[in-house]
């Protein structure tokens, strides 16, 4: 059974910095049997790259920063406030090009295994 959950999205991402080797932190901050949801910090200049999955959808909310969004062919330019919804099998990256690291709030469901389904692109 899933937690309930009340956090300021500023506790949150408190301390949450990408590994030397990765281009993104991300926490988990909630789960069930259908999805999970996380927080995602990405410094100025750093980019998840183009790639898809099969069995899972996506939500994205821009809490801070701009981006560079991929969603199939399309490449938008999105700031605070906007939403992003990827079907699965839809081709999508993202990179953080403001001066402010990006965060991102984003919904998987099923919840989120990048081991098992995130296939590459480029």
Do not use: W
Not at 88 to 93: A, D, E, M, P, S
């Amino acid at each position: 059974m899933a937690s309930p959950l009340l956090s300021h999205i500023k506790e949150l991402v408190k301390g949450l910095e990408p590994p030397p080797e990765e281009d993104v932190a991300m926490k988990e901050i909630a789960r069930s049997d259908s999805q999970s949801v996380h927080v995602v910090f990405m410094p100025a200049g750093r980019k998840v790259r183009a790639h898809y999955h099969r069995e899972r959808d996506e939500f994205y909310v821009i809490l801070q920063g701009r981006a560079k969004l991929r969603i199939g062919n399309d490449i938008y330019e999105v700031g605070e406030g906007f939403v992003a919804f990827i079907p699965r099998g839809t081709i999508h990256g993202i990179e953080s090009v403001g001066a402010d690291p990006l965060i991102v709030v984003f919904v998987s469901s099923p919840p989120y295994d990048p081991r098992k389904d995130r296939r590459y692109i480029e």
